[in-house]
Nanobody, 127 residues
Framework: QVHLVETGGGSVQAGASLTLSCAPSERTFSLYAMGWFRQAPGKEREFVGRMTWSGISTRYADSVKGRFTVSRDNAENTFYLTMNSLEPEDTAIYYC????????????????????WGQGIQVTVSS
């Protein structure tokens, strides 16, 4: 069982930056691919970004490409989502997720590809 805890959410103005962190409970974190998803009120949960276990490959949703960056520090056992140029449309609950089954896979935008999830953290962007 992998427990994931997100931190770093909050309320910001449009154009600001925010970094979310995800700390898995397992020390085998370096073996997992990790992803970020988000869910806005009244909408389906959607893919935001993913990084393979090695940290070499990443993938982003078109809506955040060029503004958001995923990264990981395996020594610190932490996965990050750095969000720049935030827009009101980015307002959502953000979820960290771990893929322990196919950590080498680059493309995995379906939530079903992830076995473990955090509880989510709110990000609110006001105009």
């Amino acid at each position: 069982q992998v427990h994931l805890v997100e931190t770093g959410g909050g309320s910001v103005q449009a154009g600001a930056s925010l970094t979310l962190s995800c700390a898995p409970s397992e020390r085998t974190f370096s073996l997992y691919a990790m992803g970020w998803f988000r869910q806005a009120p009244g909408k389906e949960r959607e893919f935001v970004g993913r990084m393979t276990w090695s940290g070499i490959s990443t993938r982003y949703a078109d809506s955040v490409k060029g503004r958001f960056t995923v990264s990981r520090d395996n020594a610190e056992n932490t996965f990050y989502l750095t969000m720049n140029s935030l827009e009101p449309e980015d307002t959502a609950i953000y979820y960290c997720a771990a893929d322990t089954d196919a950590p080498y896979r680059v493309v995995a935008e379906d939530s079903g590809a992830y076995q473990y999830w955090g509880q989510g953290i709110q990000v609110t962007v006001s105009s």
